[in-house]
C-alpha cells in the first residue's frame, strides 16, 4: 500500500505567534481525530524547531521548505541535511516551483539535492510541473518526464521508492486556471508509468505522487479519489486548520 500523505506548505507565511498557534491547533486535531492518511507541514525554516517541540512524539511530519545541495560550508542562508538530520526533521521539499522560478533551480541541482536527502536519512518531496506556457504548447508530458529522468533516475530502486513526488501544474497555481481531476489524474499516471518504465512495475506502485494544484475542501476528495493521486502537497489551505482539516478529513 502506498502511503496516503496530506502535506502543508506554509510558504512564507505567519509571525511566529501565529505559528506556534497553528501548530498547537492541529496537534490538537491530530490528537482528537482518526486520520486516514499522513499529516506534514513544511514551515518556514525559522520555525522548524519549534515544530519538532510541539510535535515531539512525531504526529505531524515536519519538513523544510528546502535544503541545499552542499555538505556543509561557505554557503550563507543555506540549510544543510546535516542540519535537518540534527533535529529530527522528517525530509524537505526539493525543487518547488517558487524555487525554480525565483531561485533559478534546475533539475540537476534537484538531483543532487535528492541524493543527499536520502543519505542522511531524509524523505526527499521532489515538485515538478509544467508552466501555463509548457501546457498551452502541449508540452507537459515532455516537461515532465524530463524533469523526473534528470532528477530522479540517477537513483536505485530501493532510493527510488524513498522519494514522494508532489505534481505541481504551475498554471494551475494562482492563476485562476484549474486542473480536473481527470487532467491531474492523467499527468499522475503518466509520471508513475515513467518510473515503471525504468524500474519495473512494482517500485513505481509503492511511489507516492501528490498533486500540488490548489486542492481545497471543495475539491479535495474527488481530486484524492483519483487511483494515481496519493494526496495533496497544500498551499493557502494548510495557513487554516478549518480548510486543512477538511482536505485531511477527504481521505475519511
Not at 159 to 174: D, L, N, Q
Amino acid at each position: 500500500m502506498r502511503r496516503k500523505i496530506v502535506a502543508g506548505n506554509w510558504k512564507m507565511n505567519k509571525n511566529v505567534i501565529d505559528a506556534q498557534q497553528l501548530m498547537t491547533q492541529l496537534l490538537e486535531y491530530k490528537n482528537n481525530n482518526a486520520t486516514n492518511c499522513e499529516v506534514w507541514i513544511a514551515p518556514p525554516a525559522l520555525y522548524l524547531m519549534m515544530a519538532k517541540d510541539i510535535f515531539e512524539k512525531d504526529e505531524i511530519g515536519v519538513f523544510s521548505q528546502d535544503m541545499s545541495e552542499h555538505e556543509s560550508g561557505a554557503y550563507t542562508g543555506e540549510i544543510a541535511a546535516d542540519m535537518l538530520e540534527s533535529i529530527d526533521a522528517t525530509g524537505s521539499l526539493i525543487g518547488h516551483s517558487e524555487r525554480r522560478q525565483y531561485h533559478g533551480e534546475t533539475d540537476s541541482h534537484c538531483n543532487r539535492k535528492v541524493k543527499l536527502a536520502l543519505d542522511k536519512g531524509l524523505i526527499p518531496v521532489y515538485c515538478n510541473g509544467e508552466t501555463l506556457e509548457q501546457r498551452k504548447a502541449g508540452q507537459h508530458f515532455e516537461v515532465v518526464k524530463n524533469q523526473t529522468e534528470v532528477a530522479l533516475f540517477t537513483l536505485s530502486a530501493e532510493e527510488i521508492k524513498k522519494v514522494v513526488i508532489a505534481y505541481e501544474p504551475v498554471w494551475a497555481i494562482g492563476t485562476g486556471e484549474t486542473a480536473t481531476p481527470e487532467q491531474a489524474q492523467e499527468i499522475h499516471a503518466y509520471i508513475r508509468g515513467i518510473i515503471a518504465a525504468k524500474y519495473g512495475q512494482e517500485v513505481a506502485d509503492e511511489v507516492s505522487i501528490l498533486y500540488g494544484g490548489s486542492v481545497k475542501p471543495d475539491n479535495a476528495k474527488e481530486i484524492f479519489s483519483q487511483p494515481d493521486i496519493d494526496g495533496g502537497l497544500i498551499g493557502g489551505a494548510a495557513l487554516k486548520l478549518e480548510d486543512f482539516s477538511k482536505i485531511i478529513e477527504a481521505f475519511n
